[in-house]
């Protein structure tokens, strides 16, 4: 009887390639005409927005710009601090060998340096440093036997975990809200100043969608409506959402990357025409990744027993997920004034972002190291020099345990400062404290050798085999290798051998082997 072959489809995602690099920007701020004369810049700011990624052959397109903030004293002004915006173009060509048009693509980018450098009172020079990540990846999919029938055949199976996708998307949620002000806070001005941070973000599998909800943490400063004297204030505004995916499960193991891609603060009147309101909107983008962990047979060698059979092999690797965790901690630093630096009299606000510097993976835990940089708004008792800000490098490192992680396994790092808060204790000290989110997920390239196809091979010259032999295992040498070398079944050596545990074969064993064909 003919040789018949069952086989199946093995789909898999495959990192086509990565780029890494740092985009160098430069321009100039121009003071509006209704603005007055810089004396000093107090505080810079850039948030990076992509409009537009294209890919294509080996490339990606990259176009955007940077949204930065400035927050300065005036010469001569009639207010204690002023703010004014603008934006340097971001167009850039990412090259990334081996992708195509086709492929999927992922692009993170985040302001690494930003310079306001005061050229005269009426320019600010800009420079700025954005670092930019892009992956991309495409799916590859291979016939792999899965079977035999007709001939006397042996196969190695290998049970293998694999990931079958099932559904990527980019979505968005649209925020809208209304901060009303607190008894005791004056009236709105215009605003100087906002920081949103998403917090308490929670992510469920549904069937058919994914449900995300969490918090937009806000934190508004504005100038008053009598004096500009900056105040803040601080909010939690709920949101939730669904993404729609085909093929979701509650089982479906899901990634989703939350961001706030734009967000609008603006001063509004409330019911008494009085300027007390905030309207808050805010669009957050989410990019959803959706697989399904599957534990897959492969047929990894094959060999007759009775005929010459060639088993045709690939070798493929491909990504598994280890595991991924959310890991919440808590910085607290105290703070001191420096040389030049003036006299707290009172905290208006504190913010901060964190910058990832290195990430190491060991048995079963993930190492992360970073830097909180802070920023802290205040009030100085000096009337030339009223508003202050202080910046502050804060370093951590933190041992998050993931079971199943090893060393050389690839480890992305999310970090998100929920909350940053600042406390005085006396004018020259205060106390900063904050709440870091790290979300880690950690993969691992699972390489194997898969069989394509069975070639059925004429006998170079009849083989004279006697009926038994003593075989010595070698070391290294494993049951099926001994079986396959002198065409017998893996069973039957462990029958004739009275062997009940095949694992504790041992280098110069002695087997008797009986030849024939299945028993």
């Given at each position: 009887?003919?040789?018949?072959?069952?086989?199946?489809?093995?789909?898999?995602?495959?990192?086509?390639?990565?780029?890494?690099?740092?985009?160098?920007?430069?321009?100039?701020?121009?003071v509006?005409?209704?603005?007055?004369?810089?004396?000093?810049?107090?505080?810079?700011?850039?948030?990076?927005?992509?409009?537009?990624?294209?890919?294509?052959?080996?490339k990606?397109?990259?176009?955007?710009?940077?949204?930065?903030?400035?927050?300065?004293?005036?010469?001569?002004?009639?207010?204690?601090?002023?703010?004014?915006?603008?934006?340097?173009?971001?167009?850039e060509?990412?090259?990334?060998?081996?992708?195509?048009?086709?492929?999927?693509?992922n692009?993170?980018a985040?302001?690494?340096?930003?310079?306001?450098?005061?050229?005269?009172?009426?320019?600010?020079?800009?420079?700025?440093?954005?670092?930019?990540?892009?992956?991309?990846?495409?799916?590859?999919?291979?016939?792999?036997?899965?079977?035999?029938?007709?001939?006397?055949?042996?196969?190695?199976?290998?049970?293998?975990?694999?990931?079958?996708?099932?559904?990527?998307?980019?979505?968005?949620?649209?925020?809208?809200?209304?901060?009303?002000?607190?008894?005791?806070?004056?009236?709105?001005?215009?605003?100087?100043?906002?920081?949103?941070?998403?917090?308490?973000?929670?992510?469920?599998?549904?069937?058919?969608?994914?449900?995300?909800?969490?918090?937009?943490?806000?934190?508004?400063?504005?100038?008053?409506?009598?004096?500009?004297?900056?105040?803040?204030?601080?909010?939690?505004?709920?949101?939730?959402?669904?993404?729609?995916?085909?093929?979701?499960?509650?089982?479906?193991?899901?990634?989703?990357?939350?961001?706030?891609n734009?967000?609008?603060?603006?001063?509004?009147?409330?019911?008494?025409?009085?300027?007390?309101?905030?309207?808050?909107?805010a669009?957050?983008?989410?990019?959803?990744?959706?697989?399904?962990?599957?534990?897959?047979?492969?047929?990894?060698?094959?060999?007759?027993?009775?005929?010459?059979?060639?088993?045709?092999?690939?070798?493929?690797?491909?990504?598994?997920?280890?595991?991924?965790?959310?890991?919440?901690?808590?910085?607290?630093?105290?703070?001191?004034?420096?040389?030049?630096?003036?006299?707290?009299?009172?905290?208006?606000?504190?913010?901060?972002?964190?910058?990832?510097?290195?990430?190491?993976?060991?048995?079963?835990a993930?190492?992360?190291?970073?830097?909180?940089?802070?920023?802290?708004?205040?009030?100085?008792?000096?009337?030339?020099?009223?508003?202050?800000?202080l910046?502050?490098?804060?370093?951590?490192?933190?041992?998050?345990?993931?079971?199943?992680?090893?060393?050389?396994?690839?480890?992305?790092?999310?970090?998100?400062?929920?909350?940053?808060?600042?406390?005085?204790?006396?004018?020259?000290?205060?106390?900063?404290?904050?709440?870091?989110?790290?979300e880690?997920?950690?993969?691992?390239?699972?390489?194997?050798?898969?069989?394509?196809?069975?070639?059925?091979?004429?006998?170079?010259?009849?083989?004279?085999?006697?009926?038994?032999?003593?075989?010595?295992?070698?070391?290294?040498?494993?049951?099926?290798?001994?079986?396959?070398?002198?065409?017998?079944?893996?069973?039957?050596?462990?029958?004739?051998?009275?062997?009940?545990?095949?694992?504790?074969l041992?280098?110069?064993?002695?087997?008797?082997?009986?030849?024939?064909?299945?028993?």
């Amino acid at each position: 009887m003919a040789l018949e072959m069952t086989k199946d489809t093995m789909t898999w995602k495959q990192r086509k390639g990565t780029h890494h690099s740092r985009i160098l920007l430069e321009g100039d701020m121009i003071v509006p005409d209704n603005r007055p004369d810089v004396a000093q810049v107090l505080h810079c700011s850039g948030t990076v927005r992509l409009d537009e990624v294209k890919s294509g052959e080996e490339k990606i397109n990259l176009t955007g710009e940077l949204m930065v903030r400035v927050l300065y004293r005036a010469a001569g002004g009639e207010k204690p601090v002023y703010a004014m915006t603008s934006s340097l173009p971001i167009q850039e060509v990412l090259y990334v060998e081996g992708m195509t048009a086709e492929d999927a693509v992922n692009v993170m980018a985040e302001t690494e340096h930003l310079e306001c450098q005061l050229i005269n009172d009426r320019k600010v020079g800009l420079r700025a440093i954005v670092e930019v990540w892009a992956e991309a990846e495409g799916s590859k999919s291979l016939q792999t036997v899965s079977g035999a029938q007709g001939e006397a055949v042996e196969l190695l199976r290998k049970k293998v975990l694999t990931e079958r996708p099932v559904a990527e998307k980019k979505d968005r949620f649209t925020v809208k809200h209304t901060v009303s002000l607190g008894a005791d806070q004056p009236n709105i001005g215009e605003m100087l100043h906002q920081v949103l941070t998403l917090s308490d973000t929670d992510i469920r599998a549904m069937d058919g969608k994914v449900a995300v909800r969490g918090n937009l943490r806000l934190t508004a400063i504005y100038g008053t409506e009598e004096n500009g004297m900056p105040v803040a204030v601080e909010a939690e505004i709920p949101f939730h959402g669904f993404i729609e995916g085909g093929g979701i499960t509650p089982q479906t193991w899901t990634d989703v990357k939350l961001t706030v891609n734009e967000s609008e603060v603006r001063p509004a009147v409330n019911d008494d025409g009085e300027t007390r309101n905030l309207d808050v909107t805010a669009v957050i983008g989410a990019e959803l990744k959706a697989v399904d962990h599957t534990e897959q047979e492969m047929v990894t060698d094959a060999y007759g027993l009775e005929s010459c059979l060639q088993p045709k092999g690939e070798k493929v690797t491909f990504p598994v997920c280890v595991g991924m965790t959310r890991s919440r901690f808590s910085l607290k630093e105290g703070v001191s004034l420096e040389n030049g630096e003036m006299p707290m009299m009172q905290a208006v606000a504190a913010w901060g972002q964190v910058h990832t510097e290195d990430v190491t993976v060991e048995t079963d835990a993930v190492n992360v190291e970073g830097v909180l940089q802070a920023e802290i708004l205040y009030l100085s008792a000096d009337d030339d020099a009223a508003v202050c800000v202080l910046q502050r490098g804060i370093p951590f490192r933190q041992t998050v345990e993931v079971r199943g992680a090893k060393a050389g396994d690839t480890a992305c790092v999310r970090s998100i400062a929920e909350q940053v808060d600042f406390r005085l204790m006396t004018e020259t000290e205060g106390e900063l404290r904050a709440q870091i989110l790290l979300e880690i997920l950690v993969t691992a390239m699972e390489e194997t050798e898969v069989v394509t196809d069975l070639l059925e091979m004429p006998e170079e010259t009849p083989e004279k085999r006697p009926s038994a032999v003593i075989c010595v295992v070698q070391d290294g040498e494993s049951l099926w290798d001994i079986a396959k070398k002198y065409r017998t079944t893996p069973e039957r050596i462990l029958m004739v051998n009275d062997i009940e545990n095949p694992e504790r074969l041992f280098s110069g064993q002695k087997l008797l082997i009986l030849r024939g064909g299945r028993k």
